[in-house]
């Protein structure tokens, strides 16, 4: 299975860096359109755009509807709930009656974990209520391997100057313990951070996406991939196990 990873976007209207915003995802999604084999799945792992408006997330979604391969998005801390659950509601996999924007992708040989991390703040959270349903989640199949994709990176980041990123050590080692548990997850996709880093849980896979929106993006990057945005492409192979690939958009 095949998994194309942006994050980060950023999509703003009304500011200088807006139309390179907007580009950088069409770069993006245009690079992942010409991947041969086609991922099966995109997952954005949040933050799709920057005050949460209806309007920045028509620009995003018309962007996004150009992927020739199904998306899937997660909220970040910039992101409205409300209105991204509008904006995305008719593709069907957002459950209509629950507070967060968490579920399971079941229709793959991989399971696609997607948790909302979001808090009021820009930290992570996740209460006793999303903790009880990613619980729910976890258990609800018992033999095919987990990819989950988290925007705030439920792990320790060495790179950059905050090792955590949610509100609480406890919290997060709550949702890292529950995660570990489970035996069954194969790695853990996370954005946020803007950076690219590659750590791990315990042993799992653990790995942060650097920003698709470029001039938000840290890390050193050489002169002539400043304006290029950068997505990875994770493989999950029965034999091979998981890896990743880091994709360098608009190199073509
Ligand atoms: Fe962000």
Known sequence: MIIAQISDTHIALDIPDADRRATDLALSIAD?????????????????VHNGRQDEYAQAAAILANARAPVYVLAGNKDNRTALRETFAAD???????????????????RLLALDTSSVGNKGDFCPERLRHLAGLVAAEATKPIVVFAHHPPFVVSEGPE?????????????????????????????????????ELEGIPAIVAPSIATALRYGSYPPHMRQKPTYYVHRIDPVRGFSTETRVAGDA
Do not use: K, W
Request: net charge negative; hydrophobic share 40%; charged share 20%.
């Open 32 to 48: 992942i359109n010409a991947l041969d084999p086609l991922p099966d799945v995109i997952v954005h792992t949040g933050d799709i």
């Open 92 to 110: 069907g996999y957002l459950a209509p009656n629950l507070d967060f924007i968490q579920y399971a992708i079941e229709r793959y040989p991989v």
């Open 163 to 199: 090792p955590v990123h949610f509100e609480s050590l406890e919290v997060m080692s709550e949702l890292s313990t529950l995660l570990r548990r489970s035996g069954r997850i194969v790695a853990v996709c996370s954005g946020h951070v803007h950076r690219s880093v590659s750590s």
